[in-house]
């Protein structure tokens, strides 16, 4: 195994006038749990549709009507917690945490506080090469989404759509333990980047499939190790809630803003009230929504709607055992199996689409690095280019992989690669048939490059002895050479009779 072995990175440190200030972060993140029925009802939950066109008469509260579990939705919430390593509590209940809202008919919100179906587990979060941070996970819940309230469609009234009300939704809530606004954004791509590998949730951050709340404090340098000993949080600042955050520049920008808004609060003598508030991107600043409610002022109880949710261990480990390879084991096995760095492999982990794609060049080409670096940059780049994702790619894996066949067998150089690539993403075609065909295989005769090699030689004679005098510029007999043969002479055999020849 590799060495997996890594240091946490420094927290933040925000020079005030009377001192250090050290940040402290916790986030809770709502992800919409992929599954095509609401949580409580059989209503789409397709993102787009006409306002208010998936809505079941229990989305909309309509009396007698009585919530019914989706048991998918349970099981891609096991899923998750399985994904990070989270303790899953085969005895869970669903509660009723009410507040009144236009966009929330019934006038509560079906969730989870006292008995979450998900309990402690961690994510780990890579900040660079042997620098990480384990960031503990304190819990996660299901619950269902509320509506939309829109109010920029006229002066005077505001609209309700109830499309999103009953979207099922996994609240994951971590521990205070991120310590500055990178490694929050960095935490966020972390656990989207699991949730897609596991499939519970596609992560689409402008659909609002994955949005933050984030929590932000500030104290003395010290004071964070004497909460870590004790777990008391008096050793904490007072922390303000940032809603709703769905991107990550956002969220770096608005946990710095917030950070320095509280110290100023603070070296000036005054008190961070705790509070919710919101960003606001285009003044680049958070304001303030509402003071913090504590949960008694939801007036939290049981669902008397829904009995308490009893799962089997049996179903657990039914669920484990169709787990995926999720993406640090399959960045360790690229690192070791292919010898790939921990770049290359961050970068064809990144996406699941990604490594799949990249495992179907190796599996043609028979070559790890030389896939990679293929992938990487020929295909990524041009990809990137053109503005186009990895499963509109005109090249498939087959022909990627055909094309390294090609030069790792001595058929064909680099440079003829690149023109063969070219060829298969603007005409398609299959690469061994495409060099045949059109003569494009490497020349590995030696007697033909040798006599390319002496006439190069015999007509450069003032070239020939500047060479002999400084061997560095035997290079310029290489390039002449591979120009007059079109590229398609073996660069190594080119090599070795210049030097030959040039008594080097």
Not at 13 to 31: F, K, P, S
Not at 303 to 315: A, F, N, R, V, Y
Request: with cysteine; aromatic share 8%; net charge negative.
């Amino acid at each position: 195994m590799l060495d997996l072995s890594f240091e946490a990175p420094k927290p933040k440190v925000i020079a005030g006038a009377t001192g250090d200030w050290e940040l402290v972060i916790g986030m809770e993140i709502h992800a919409q749990i992929s599954t095509q029925a609401k949580l409580f009802s059989g209503a789409s939950t397709t993102f787009g549709a006409e306002p208010n066109s998936n809505v079941a008469f229990v989305d909309a509260a309509m009396p007698g009507m009585l919530p019914v579990v989706n048991e998918f939705c349970l099981e891609q919430a096991v899923r998750t917690g399985l994904g990070l390593k989270a303790a899953i509590n085969l005895r869970s209940a669903f509660d009723r945490k009410n507040y009144f809202y236009p966009d929330n008919p019934q006038g509560y919100q079906i969730s989870q506080l006292y008995h979450p179906i998900v309990g402690e587990g961690e994510v780990l979060v890579e900040m660079g090469p042997g620098v990480a941070r384990v960031v503990r996970i304190e819990r996660i819940h299901v619950e269902q989404d509320a509506g939309k309230s829109i109010h920029d469609m006229d002066p005077n009234m505001s609209f309700i759509d109830l499309n999103r009300t009953g979207v099922p939704l996994m609240e994951i809530v971590s521990r205070p333990d991120i310590r500055g606004p990178e490694e929050a954004a960095a935490y966020v791509g972390k656990l989207r980047q699991i949730l897609r590998y596991l499939g519970t949730c596609d992560g689409n951050m402008q659909n609002g499939n994955l949005r933050a709340d984030v929590n932000v404090s500030v104290c003395r340098p010290g004071q964070y190790e004497k909460y870590q000993e004790t777990q008391d949080f008096s050793h904490l600042g007072t922390r303000c809630e940032i809603k709703n955050m769905n991107s990550m520049r956002f969220i770096q920008q608005a946990i710095d803003y917030e950070a320095r808004r509280q110290i100023a609060i603070l070296e000036d003598g005054g008190k961070v009230d705790q509070e919710t508030r919101l960003y606001d991107p285009d003044k680049g600043e958070t304001r303030s929504m509402r003071s913090k409610e504590e949960a008694q002022d939801y007036r939290y109880f049981p669902d008397p709607d829904l009995l308490p949710l009893e799962i089997e261990q049996g179903w657990v480990d039914d669920i484990a055992a169709t787990m995926p390879e999720l993406p640090d084991a399959k960045k360790t096995r690229f690192m070791e199996g292919f010898g790939l760095t921990d770049y290359d492999a961050s970068v064809l982990t990144a996406e699941v689409e990604n490594a799949d794609f990249f495992e179907a060049v190796v599996a043609v080409g028979e070559d790890g690095k030389l896939a990679a670096n293929w992938v990487i940059n020929e295909l990524f780049g041009r990809l990137k280019k053109e503005g186009q994702e990895i499963g509109e790619s005109p090249v498939s894996p087959a022909q990627l992989g055909g094309v390294i066949k090609l030069i790792k067998s001595g058929d064909i150089s680099g440079k003829i690669a690149k023109d063969l690539f070219e060829i298969l993403w603007t005409e398609g075609g299959e690469p061994a048939a495409i060099v045949e065909e059109r003569g494009m295989k490497q020349v590995t005769d030696t007697g033909a490059i040798e006599k390319a090699v002496d006439e190069i030689i015999a007509a450069n004679p003032a070239q020939v002895e500047k060479a002999q005098q400084n061997p560095k510029l035997a290079g310029w007999f290489v390039g002449q050479v591979m120009k007059s043969t079109g590229g398609k002479a073996n660069p190594a055999a080119v090599n070795a009779l210049v030097m030959a020849k040039l008594g080097l």
